[in-house]
């Protein structure tokens, strides 16, 4: 059974980090690029970070370049994003997803607030 878990969504101040990972099991991991999305209420869902299966490259929207970092562990079947200088802007449910064509799986999202 495929499944993605996403973890370490919180209730952060502006400014502050979060590091969100996602859990993969049931798909072989390492042969998957791996990206997060966000989607706010009421807007699109929305690329934030991809990053290939040997994490040679990785892209960013312009919003989040220089604050937010992807980064994958084949060995551990995670994938992470690290957040800095988080903006309320930012605020939004964060979903990983994997992608080998044709597949694609999600995961479930957590919860990501800025706020003061």
């Known amino acids: 059974q495929v499944q993605l878990v996403e973890s370490g969504g919180d209730l952060v101040q502006p400014g502050g980090s979060l590091r969100l990972s996602c859990a993969a099991s049931?798909?072989?991991?390492?042969?998957?690029?791996m990206s997060w999305y966000r989607q706010a209420p009421g807007k699109q869902r929305d690329l934030v970070a991809r990053?290939?299966?040997?994490?040679?490259?990785?892209d960013y929207a312009d919003s989040v370049k220089g604050r937010f970092t992807i980064s994958r562990d084949n060995a551990k079947n995670t994938v992470y994003l690290q957040m800095n200088s988080l903006k309320p802007e930012d605020t939004a449910k964060y979903y990983c997803?994997?992608?080998?064509?044709?597949?694609?799986?999600w995961g479930q999202g957590t919860q990501v607030t800025v706020s003061s």
């Open positions: 049931g798909f072989t991991f390492s042969s998957y690029a």
């Open positions: 990053i290939s299966t040997t994490s040679d490259t990785a």
């Open positions: 997803r994997a992608d080998r064509w044709p597949i694609t799986y």
